[in-house]
């Protein structure tokens, strides 16, 4: 919904930063049309019940991106691991370090990481 849909339904004038937050709600809001969400702003947008229900809600959002970062960090760094493993147990002859690599993303995975990283299959 633009600034402008949201003025004309509700009558409201708003700010670009007042905008921005009535825009970041509506995204919220998941599946409701623009037509009833105006016409609930127009109820219930200044209340401090639905300011601290958006606080809260804009709280766990930003939480849950920041554990999915460092979800994906880790993604990345287990790969890492799984590499220098292959690297090494290719390098040394070392089946242990093999073994270790299928242990933590499976063989299916270590044979595609080989091949990818054009290593010799054993």
């Known amino acids: 919904m633009t600034r402008k849909e949201f003025?004309?339904?509700?009558g409201l004038e708003v700010t670009a930063l007042e905008f921005s937050k009535v825009h970041d709600i509506y995204m919220a809001a998941g599946e409701m049309d623009k037509d009833t969400f105006c016409s609930e702003w127009k109820q219930h947008g200044e209340s401090e019940l639905i300011a601290e229900l958006w606080n809260t809600a804009k709280r766990e959002h930003d939480l849950g991106m920041q554990k999915k970062e460092e979800c994906d960090k880790l993604y990345s760094e287990r790969w890492e691991l799984v590499d220098f493993l292959l690297e090494r147990a290719q390098k040394f002859g070392d089946e242990e370090l093999l073994i270790k690599a299928i242990d933590m993303v499976g063989h299916a995975d270590?044979?595609?990481?080989?091949?990818?990283?054009e290593m010799p299959l054993w």
Do not use: G, S
């Open 7 to 10: 003025e004309d339904r509700t």
């Open 110 to 117: 270590v044979i595609r990481r080989k091949l990818t990283l």
